[in-house]
């Protein structure tokens, strides 16, 4: 008991050590070092959140990189040990993984359940059979018809994320990003002046004698103020006031679109 206590202390000082080491010299090979050191934590992190609707090699996946992360981010002067440090981080990037994977389109349970009989069946005969597998022979071993096997398999499909960068067709260059309907900056541009105008009718004749000096006449504020008779000062002020209530009044009417 004694000896495996000794041995306890010298792993965890010479994970202190290498920590330290790394700190100082980013060197990339003590880094994985003791990232396979600790690979175990990710594989333990990684096996609690099985069988929900995740593959276990890409959980692994997404761990690991935790794994990398919080390596490159521990500070062993802290006082903990790193096993402490790296679970959490784990576990929470596992569940933004999650997270994120739930934004995507939804498959119906139905359909999803079934695909994943069909993924395991393909894997199945493929082992058997040294060769993948046709149609039939998957809706035999399912006890499924063809029509069925075959319904699941084009539904599934289209439930996966595309990228944009695919391409159409075989023999053209054209992606899908190129078909894609982008934003009209002619409308944007035709709503900001809508907007303005309607902003502008809420002026009184000399706020919108101002803003057609200013802004249209391209005049300063000295030329407003001589012209006006009145101090610059003003003229100062009488700008904020306008631009303000422009302002205001053109975010009352984007919000209330």
Not at 66 to 84: H, M, Q
Not at 139 to 156: F, P, R, T
């Amino acid at each position: 008991m004694v000896d495996e206590k000794k041995t306890v202390n010298i792993d965890d000082a010479e994970i202190d050590r290498l920590f330290e080491e790394y700190r100082k010299t980013k060197d990339i090979n003590l880094r994985n070092e003791l990232v396979n050191r600790h690979l175990h934590i990710a594989e333990i992190v990684a096996k609690k959140f099985v069988n929900r609707g995740i593959e276990y090699d890409d959980l692994y996946q997404v761990a690991c990189v935790a794994l990398i992360n919080a390596v490159e981010r521990f500070e062993p002067n802290k006082g903990y040990k790193f096993s402490s440090f790296a679970t959490p981080t784990i576990m929470g990037e596992i569940k933004r993984y999650f997270r994120d994977r739930a934004s995507l389109i939804r498959l119906p349970r139905r359909i999803y359940e079934t695909s994943s009989k069909i993924k395991l069946a393909t894997e199945e005969l493929s082992t058997k059979l040294k060769r993948p597998p046709k149609i039939e022979e998957i809706a035999e071993h399912l006890g499924m018809s063809i029509e069925e096997v075959l319904e699941i398999m084009e539904a599934s499909s289209n439930y996966l994320p595309q990228s944009l960068d695919q391409t159409m067709y075989e023999d053209e260059e054209m992606t899908l990003g190129d078909v894609l309907g982008k934003t009209d900056e002619n409308l944007v541009q035709i709503e900001n002046i809508e907007a303005i105008k309607m902003a502008l009718d809420k002026l009184n004749p000399l706020e919108r004698e101002f803003v057609q000096k200013r802004f249209f006449e391209g005049k300063t504020q000295r030329e407003i103020a001589d012209e006006l008779k009145v101090s610059q000062m003003y003229i100062s002020r009488l700008e904020k006031k306008i631009l303000k209530k422009l302002r205001d009044f053109i975010e009352g009417v984007k919000m209330s679109i």
